[in-house]
């Protein structure tokens, strides 16, 4: 069966009608590209017909790019894989030009056929690609659909013709939007920002009388006319000067030139201004093309579409375990976390208990949901009957009667072993037998939690991220006794409330925090050297990172740090590798900077919280080194902190499939995204490289860089770690 099928009748119109078998989303495939361009051929050649629409069967029109054609073109074109995906994509150019001038004379711009596109729903990626090369956009008036372009999103950008059109539709300012930040509108907004061209209840049929009724000049692309000049200026127009220079230096402050699909997009736009169309198209093709042949774009391409689509439909999940999505949710604490658990459960249609000590602390907490809601009726977003159903749902409350029924348990109390006990024995004490008890717990070990439980089966951990309903990944924790079924519901639930899940064996910080602390200490310990903080920060940010380490200690607390350092301390005895770091931390404690919430850390702020630079007495306490290190010398030592206890996660079995240690890590604490995570970071560099880099870290900064077994294994045999650990393959 053909993605495509045309239909032609009485009154001269053709429709082409996308349909992808099997598929809830059309996605264009080479053999899909090539059979509609033939269909096209045949509309255009016959004369009967008038014009064409283009549509899809399903509710909505299409999601983008199968990915798989890109690596496909490139595994065919043998030693020259440039030319191969060049002259692919130079294919899909042509295709698109070609409904874009659909048969008009070149130098008259008369004859061709008008060629209208009728949007049901969502039109994403190359799903906007092809309508943009049409002469008219009809959406449905659906406002749940989404419209744009957001490959920049997964480490590419628009490459059939998205960028060249968009940018001579709306100006280089006008599309950065869409382009630069993968922006997505619904059809009405797209209409106002002048992406498509009419919203309506029917868009076939608007498509087709507009079809009917289109005049030569209708047809004609305002880049193809004659005097056709670009909204906002080219880069050497007294009006687009300033546009192009200032769009350089927002990339450049948001990407910190981390992200190399954003500065090949920047570049084909700034190129492609300076030349007619199809010779942008061209100049469009080889820096989408660089972009495809440089790791980071497969590396993120990976990791953030087919790894995470692959956990987010439950690659990981137990096998033979019925349904077990949640119908009834108890959360024991109404602080931060279990508010916000309790708002992404409403969000996602959940009946919730909200228990709290005292009524006014459970108000407190139902009251989160009541005030983000208000933000959402202030922008639009939400209605008052979508408020008023979703306050409904929970039930803020101190009476653990009020369980029955429930089918799930999360636990978000405070971080103490007794007080978790007590309340995991109330609970039991009333909820079914059958019902599945999580600890959201983020240092605290599950199997030694699970020892307060009845059923420690039935006992897991389920690890938000702050803030909940912001945070993308959610860390499910096997103890020692959890059974399948424990595993099921909490990757069930966990896809309800449309969040990424990764499964974990139970051990100290689990993975991500595991990961983190690493992080954050390197960066206190260089402090102490007499590393520049600026320089510490900075290297981060150009790495990629949402925030430096010095920062994020700041954004968490001090005393948190504190109080996570003496605990593990108490916990590991003699084995405790961080004492240096303690020093400048328990310092900072004493000193009565606890980071932003108290206005004082690492950073000064002004009375609204605002940063205000680096605190000074930092510097005296620790003064520093006339001769600083490399910016590549800090960064390594950042990066090695984190993918080394990455590598040792998974050489334990803390981890068990390398694609949630790489999407965990970039959902979790925004790892350096364009690497696609620790484990493609490792590919993109070899292990080779990285076992001897290991060592000269460990010669010069310690132990904690000495390189793990299995990742000298590996540099020994040359290996990769997703050849070796990649899809279907477990961790040995």
Not at 144 to 170: D, N, Q, S, Y
Not at 418 to 424: G, R
Request: aromatic content about 8%; some cysteine.
């Amino acid at each position: 069966m053909t993605d495509f099928t045309m239909q032609k009748d009485a009154e001269g119109i053709a429709t082409i009608t996308w349909d992808c078998a099997g598929k809830s989303m059309n996605v264009l495939n080479t053999e899909a590209l090539i059979h509609l361009d033939s269909l096209i051929d045949d509309a255009l050649a016959d004369d009967a017909v008038k014009g064409i629409v283009i549509t899809s069967a399903k509710k909505d029109f299409a999601g983008g790019m199968d990915l798989n054609v890109l690596a496909k073109m490139r595994e065919d074109a043998g030693d020259e894989p440039e030319r191969g995906l060049f002259e692919g994509i130079m294919q899909m150019h042509a295709a698109l030009r070609k409904i874009e001038r659909a048969g008009m004379d070149p130098k008259t711009l008369k004859g061709g056929k008008p060629i209208a596109a009728a949007l049901p729903g969502t039109a994403v990626g190359i799903g906007l690609e092809l309508p943009l090369a049409t002469h008219r956009i009809f959406a449905a008036n659906n406002p749940k659909a989404k419209i744009g372009l957001p490959e920049i999103m997964v480490g590419i950008f628009p490459g059939a013709g998205g960028t060249t059109r968009l940018v001579r539709k709306l100006g280089a300012m006008g599309a950065s939007p869409y382009l630069l930040e993968g922006k997505l509108l619904d059809p009405a907004k797209a209409k106002s920002a002048g992406i498509i061209d009419e919203v309506v209840d029917d868009p076939v049929a608007a498509a087709r009388g507009w079809v009917l009724a289109a005049k030569d000049a209708d047809i004609v692309k305002p880049w193809d006319a004659k005097g056709y000049k670009m909204p906002g200026g080219t880069p050497y127009s007294a009006g687009g000067f300033p546009t192009f220079v200032g769009a350089s230096a927002m990339v450049n402050g948001k990407t910190q030139g981390a992200f190399p699909a954003a500065k090949a997009l920047l570049s084909a736009v700034y190129e492609g201004a300076l030349v007619p169309f199809d010779t942008a198209l061209k100049i469009e093709a080889r820096w989408f093309v660089n972009v495809l042949m440089n790791p980071s774009s497969a590396a993120m391409i990976r990791s953030l579409f087919l790894n995470k689509e692959a956990l987010e439909k439950g690659a990981v999940r137990p096998e033979g375990v019925s349904d077990q999505r949640v119908k009834k949710l108890g959360v024991l604490g109404a602080g931060m976390m279990g508010a916000g658990i309790a708002l992404v459960s409403a969000q996602a249609g959940i009946e919730v208990v909200l228990i709290d000590a005292t009524q006014e602390s459970a108000d407190k907490g139902k009251a989160y949901t009541e005030a983000y809601l208000d933000g959402g009726i202030k922008r639009g977003k939400v209605t008052a009957d979508k408020k008023e159903a979703m306050l409904g749902l929970i039930t803020a409350t101190t009476d653990y009667d009020a369980l029955k029924g429930c089918d799930l348990i999360i636990e978000a109390v405070f971080e103490d072993m007794k007080i978790k006990a007590e309340v995991t024995k109330k609970a039991e004490a009333v909820i079914p037998a059958d019902c599945i008890y999580a600890s959201n717990t983020s240092t605290l070990p599950i199997s030694e939690l699970a020892k307060a439980s009845a059923r420690p089966e039935q006992f897991i951990g389920i690890h938000f991220f702050s803030p909940v309903e912001k945070m993308l990944l959610v860390e499910i924790i096997k103890g020692e006794a959890t059974g399948p079924v424990a595993v099921a519901k909490a990757l069930d639930y966990v896809r309800q409330i449309r969040k990424t899940p990764i499964v974990v064996n139970d051990a100290r910080f689990f993975y991500a925090n595991r990961c983190i602390i690493p992080y954050i200490n390197e960066g206190m310990r260089m402090v102490k050297e007499g590393v520049a903080p600026a320089l510490i920060d900075n290297a981060a940010r150009m790495l990629g990172f949402p925030v430096g380490p010095l920062q994020l200690v700041d954004e968490t607390s001090i005393d948190l740090g504190a109080k996570i350092a003496r605990a593990t301390k108490a916990a590991m005895g003699n084995a405790y590798p961080d004492g240096e770091v303690d020093e400048i931390i328990f310092w900072m404690e004493g000193q009565g900077r606890m980071g932003r919430k108290a206005k004082a850390g690492f950073f000064t702020y002004d009375a609204a919280g605002k940063r205000q630079g680096y605190w000074e007495g930092l510097a005296d306490k620790y003064p520093q080194l006339e001769d600083q290190p490399s910016l590549i010398e800090v960064q390594h030592r950042l990066m090695f902190a984190q993918v080394l206890e990455a590598v040792r996660a998974l050489e334990e079995g803390v981890l068990e499939d390398i694609r949630e240690g790489d999407v965990g890590a970039i959902l979790g604490w925004g790892f350096a995204p364009w690497s696609g995570g620790p484990f493609s970071w490792l590919d993109i560099i070899g292990t080779p490289y990285a076992a001897e880099r290991c060592d000269q870290l460990e010669a010069t900064y310690g132990a904690r860089f000495a390189c793990p077994a299995l990742l000298r294994e590996m540099a020994d045999k040359g290996q990769s770690f997703y050849g070796r650990f990649g899809v279907d393959k477990k961790a040995a």
